[in-house]
């Protein structure tokens, strides 16, 4: 969808966002393997066209996971209210100050795994090397250890942030409305909406697969509180996201009013898990959700039980609420990683090649919703 028009011909459309660019700097222990590693003649090696060979774990990789895995927590937090953008994370500012403090939280944390793993790497490293499957290779890992003040130096952890302010002299090339500059600036302001949809999307799907199906991929039969909080937890990125494009005013409405229809304690199962998978189902495809949302904000159609499915046919006919297994289950919702559900998402600077149905034009009241 083209939003270009929601913003003033000549200013810079990134007004309401905070920047973040959240880093991780680890140590893998990785050596490059040698013929002289292998004990092997290089001559008798393929070519390194066709082939080359793998490294040498210097240092037990578990010890190292741990540090890893604070890139993928601070790629959570910024997921939580922002959208992946030019290589970061853009966040509403009315969120960014919490995003500030809990990607500290992320790097106290890696500073504090930072300190154990020194102090212990010398006595872990030796253990490494001395495991008995590792006898004939010792000497030659030995040989290529890196000095505790170098890996000391390797791990490090941070995060930047900035604002891109508005500005009413973007350039403009002779003859045409807007420059490169302005025209890729504002092609990426654009897509915010779209990309915040797609991300929900890859978010709601995970949910279907690992929480709304059991291990053999069966629906399940009842689903406990808990599946609920993952699907707020999508609204309110997108509420959040909101003033940027008003299409999701109508997604988050949507989704609140289903979700006041639920009961606040028990179980839910038949109608109510039915809804459940109606409001999911529409949240993991873009041009469904939006269709649906719109409809629903125009219309007094309850989709309740049997009627569960209408909204869904109006979006996209193929999609259908699975017939629930009649067996109950005690567990019914796993934790949804954000990060990892979008890793695979492509940025907002590529979002000009993911085309979504545009919603009905209609005009926005601007009233509670935000």
């Known amino acids: 969808m083209n939003t270009a028009t929601q913003f003033a011909p000549n200013t810079l459309p990134f007004q309401g966002f905070v920047y973040f660019n959240p880093w991780v700097s680890c140590y893998t222990g ?3 393997m040698t013929p002289a590693v ?9 070519p390194a066209t066709l082939a080359s060979l793998g490294s040498i774990h210097s240092v037990d990789p578990k010890e190292l996971s741990p540090l890893e895995s604070v890139r993928g927590a601070m790629r959570s937090v910024c997921l939580k209210k922002g959208v992946s953008a030019m290589g970061g994370y853009m966040v509403p500012e009315a969120d960014a100050s919490e995003i500030a403090a809990e990607l500290d939280e992320c790097v106290t944390r890696f500073y504090d795994l930072k300190t154990d793993l020194i102090r212990r790497l010398p006595v872990s490293r030796e253990e490494w090397m001395r495991r008995p499957e590792f006898a004939q290779w010792t000497d030659k ?13 390797q791990l490090q952890c941070g995060w930047e942030a900035f604002v891109i302010a508005p500005t009413t002299e973007l350039p403009k090339a002779p003859g045409e409305v807007d420059s490169p500059l302005a025209s890729g600036l504002r092609r990426v302001a654009s897509g915010i909406g779209d990309q915040a949809l797609v991300e929900v999307a890859a978010t709601a799907d995970a949910l279907i697969r690992d929480s709304l199906h059991d291990e053999q991929g069966r629906p399940r039969s009842e689903v406990t509180q808990k599946i609920l909080s993952p699907i707020r937890r999508m609204l309110d990125k997108l509420d959040a996201i909101s003033f940027a494009d008003p299409r999701l005013v109508h997604v988050v409405q949507y989704g609140k009013s289903e979700l006041a229809q639920l009961p606040v304690k028990g179980k839910m199962s038949n109608n109510d898990l039915a809804r459940i998978y109606s409001l999911v189902l529409a949240l993991s495809d873009p041009d469904a959700i939006l269709k649906v949302a719109v409809f629903a904000s125009s219309s007094s159609i309850d989709v309740s039980g049997e009627e569960s499915q209408v909204l869904l046919d109006i979006a996209a006919p193929t999609a259908v609420v699975p017939q629930l297994d009649s067996t109950p289950v ?16 492509p940025a907002l600077a590529d979002a000009s090649s993911t085309e979504l149905s545009e919603a009905p034009s209609q005009e926005v009241v601007y009233d509670d919703c935000f």
């Open 38 to 46: 292998l004990g092997v003649r290089a001559q008798d090696l393929p």
């Open 30 to 32: 990785r050596k490059k």
């Open 141 to 153: 890992i030995r040989a290529v250890l890196d000095t505790i003040e170098y890996i000391d130096g």
């Open 330 to 345: 005690e567990d019914d919702v796993g934790a949804v990683d954000v990060s990892a559900a979008v890793q695979d998402v």
